[in-house]
């Protein structure tokens, strides 16, 4: 349901709702940015799928009422790219690599505490929503997985993990180029210091591919956003 009017978040959106009040970011971002008013059309969406154009019946001073009009239930038809990057010290620079991932397309997001990561204060909140307006703006109504941060051993004992995995680092040995994927597929990229030869031997053990990302060295949040699209293809 491609459309010219705004998409907006609404959690709770459901397929047996006919009326409804949007929250007051919403009708803020409606009045004071898009200076919306009653009779206008925008699109409601809960991250899960679902989909649904609206119309403004009235706008209030703490919230917008909307009629609902038409659903639609949106599938995931591409390849789902699952993306094992380390936490950053420096909060801006994962946010930025967050945002843009999202708008790639990627599937999930697993946050990797790795014996060289620089610990910071994991702001799920917050990263959720930049997820969640990246997907929005990119008009996407199937929001990616940001799970909770996880140690590369736990996340690679999971059994519902990709078939098709690779890892990303800097050492000088046989890697294969990264390209395009054609299944399910999970990236791991390391921190600023890599990953230890510990934690690539872990890897190996677990059948994660070494793979190069081109030839210079990427930071952290550079390499997970080449990294998903070149497996985006």
Not at 33 to 58: C, F, P, Q, W, Y
Not at 110 to 117: A, E
Not at 137 to 164: A, D, G, R, T, W
């Amino acid at each position: 349901m491609k459309s010219e009017a705004p998409l907006f978040y609404q959690s709770d959106l459901s397929s047996d709702q006919k009326i409804i009040s949007l929250d007051e970011e919403t009708r803020k971002h409606i009045v004071t940015v898009l200076r919306m008013k009653a009779g206008d059309l925008l699109m409601l969406t809960n991250g899960k799928g679902l989909s649904a154009t609206a119309t403004i019946l009235e706008i209030e001073k703490r919230k917008v009422t909307v009629s609902l009009n038409q659903f639609e239930t949106h599938q995931n038809n591409s390849i789902n790219i699952s993306l094992g990057i380390s936490l950053l010290k420096n909060n801006v620079r994962f946010e930025w690599m967050l945002e843009k991932v999202t708008e790639l397309g990627v599937f999930e997001i697993f946050p990797l505490i790795s014996d060289r990561t620089e610990r910071q204060h994991f702001r799920k909140e917050r990263f959720e929503q930049i997820i969640r307006s990246a997907c929005l703006q990119s008009e996407q109504y199937i929001f990616p997985v940001l799970h909770e941060p996880v140690s590369l051993e736990k996340l690679m004992i999971q059994n519902n993990l990709p078939s098709s995995r690779f890892i990303a680092h800097c050492y000088d040995s046989e890697k294969s180029q990264i390209s395009k994927v054609s299944e399910d597929s999970i990236l791991l990229i390391g921190p600023e210091g890599d990953f230890t030869q510990n934690e690539l031997k872990l890897a190996d053990e677990h059948k994660f591919i070494p793979v190069s990302l081109g030839n210079t060295r990427l930071r952290t949040e550079t390499a997970g956003v080449v990294g998903v699209a070149l497996l985006r293809g």
